[in-house]
């Protein structure tokens, strides 16, 4: 089936400049991640939902960092004013959330370039 | 979160057992042991989790110590595919993030 997809694989864009990143879930998975890797580390968590809501955004490094997920599928990680410091590959996950183990399904990821 | 620690880098040839260690004593009681590993290029991907038993599914094996301050992963016979970043995570079992640490870049010698 299809897994965890993200939009675009690419994106290059300009100091100060604003972006949105997208992520398609697997189809009934509840939950949704976002996390953000840099070169030569690890994901860093950013920011989790449970359908709609943001149950721990605790990740998001600054108010120029905003995530939503409207209709409980689709989520846009947002980022305000970029940065070169931005520059990162930004993943995405989801699991299903039962009572059962709920492994994280991850995407490709969004390599993020500022100049 | 529980700090991991684990070998920047461990290498194997193909067809050979691998034991990929790793040191969490600072895990907490309720706290599983998760490992995930990511391929070249790829976003990571689930391997193996447990608790306090040992564990086998068609990846791989998770050997538990008795006072679960540390694990290990073993591949039974690594193939060219296996060359990936492993990373060990303490955790719990869902509705949480993941923390990665560093992990282990593993190599597989053909």
């Known amino acids: 089936g299809a897994g965890v997809s993200q939009t675009p694989s690419n994106k290059v864009t300009e100091k100060g400049k604003y972006v949105e990143l997208r992520c398609d879930p697997i189809?009934?998975?509840?939950?949704l991640y976002w996390y953000r890797q840099s070169l030569g580390q690890g994901p860093e968590f950013l920011i989790y939902?449970?359908?709609?809501?943001?149950?721990?955004d605790s990740g998001l490094p600054n108010d120029r960092f905003f995530a939503v997920r409207p209709e409980g599928s689709v989520s846009t990680l947002k980022i305000q004013r970029t940065e070169r410091g931005d520059s990162a590959v930004y993943l995405c996950?989801?699991?299903?959330?039962?009572?059962?183990?709920?492994?994280?399904?991850f995407g490709p990821g969004t390599r993020l370039t500022v100049l | 979160d529980a700090k991991t620690t684990q070998p920047n880098s461990m290498e194997s040839n193909e067809e050979e057992p691998v034991h990929l260690p790793c040191n969490h004593s600072?895990?907490?009681?309720?706290?599983?042991i998760h490992w995930y590993r990511q391929l070249p290029s790829q976003g990571p991907e689930y391997v193996i989790h447990?608790?306090?038993s040992n564990v086998n599914n068609r990846m791989a094996s998770l050997a538990i110590a008795e006072d679960r301050k540390s694990s290990t992963l073993i591949l039974h016979r690594a193939t060219l595919r296996d060359a990936a970043v492993y990373y060990c995570?303490?955790?719990?079992?869902?509705?949480?993030?993941?923390?990665f640490g560093e992990g282990t870049q593993l190599t597989v010698n053909p």
């Open positions: 600072t895990i907490s009681g309720t706290d599983y």
């Open positions: 447990g608790l306090t």
């Open positions: 996950a989801s699991s299903i959330n039962t009572n059962s183990y709920n492994e994280q399904f």
């Open positions: 995570i303490p955790g719990e079992t869902s509705g949480s993030r993941l923390t």
């Open positions: 939902f449970q359908g709609t809501g943001a149950a721990d």
């Open positions: 189809s009934g998975h509840t939950a």
